[in-house]
């Protein structure tokens, strides 16, 4: 089973327009950590945020905006006022406190912002 | 901040050839990796290693194997490349506490 899903594949927007992708994971632990990387077409994934499971407060950095719900084990990003250059694939990942330091990534989701 | 370097970013290789991926850390890291990521099929782990000469096999080792003499080189070889080991292969360095920091990834074909 994939423990984390990112059901958009791709998505595309006009610039300025307000994006969110959703990501939705599993695990039984109850100490975990979730992150986000962005992967430009220059190929290096980026790291983005981290958050660990006993820290729900959702986080703004500018155009940037993480929600995180453990009720409904979703860690989704917002990107606000699109522009070009948030043209990226985006991966979420989980990793659990038990397996270590294994990485469990979503598929991706490309996202392409039309000017 | 982990630095993480990978030798080439294209490599154009012929069937049966033995491929050596490098990927070169410049802090004192002890956690490696290595993953081919496929377009629909997102990043899958292939081996990563824990220290010097240590290695572990991810969810798609066949076909590959790895070195690791020294702490900041981790080598991923393909013994005999082939057609469908054409991918995008990425290494990073780091903690699932912290989160990893990844080379800008060697697209390889083989043809």
């Known amino acids: 089973a994939q423990k984390v899903t990112q059901a958009q594949t791709e998505i595309s927007v006009v610039e300025k327009e307000d994006v969110t992708l959703d990501c939705v994971y599993e695990t039984r632990d109850t100490t975990y950590y979730l992150f986000w990387y962005k992967q430009p077409p220059s190929g290096e994934l980026v790291f983005l945020i981290r958050?660990?499971?006993?820290?729900?407060q959702n986080e703004i950095s500018g155009r940037y905006s993480w929600n995180f719900q453990k009720s409904t084990s979703s860690f989704n990003f917002t990107i606000t006022a699109s522009q070009v250059v948030d043209s990226a694939v985006y991966f979420c990942?989980?990793?659990?406190?038990?397996?270590?330091?294994?990485?469990?990534f979503g598929t991706g989701t490309s996202l392409t912002v039309i000017p | 901040d982990v630095k993480v370097t990978q030798s080439s970013r294209y490599l154009v290789k012929r069937t049966g050839e033995k491929v050596f991926l490098e990927c070169v850390q410049d802090m004192d890291h002890e956690n490696m990796f290595w993953y081919r990521q496929d377009p629909g099929l997102g990043l899958r782990l292939i081996y990563f290693?824990?220290?010097?000469?240590?290695?572990e096999k991810g969810d798609i080792p066949e076909g590959y194997s790895v070195s690791r003499e020294k702490k900041e080189r981790f080598s991923l070889i393909l013994e005999s490349a082939s057609t469908n080991q054409t991918s995008m292969y990425l290494c990073?360095?780091?903690?699932?506490?912290?989160?990893?920091?990844f080379g800008s990834g060697t697209r390889l074909t083989v043809v």
């Open positions: 290693s824990y220290d010097v000469k240590m290695k």
């Open positions: 958050r660990n499971s006993f820290d729900e």
């Open positions: 990942a989980l990793s659990e406190d038990h397996t270590g330091n294994q990485f469990y």
């Open positions: 990073a360095a780091g903690t699932a506490f912290y989160g990893y920091t």
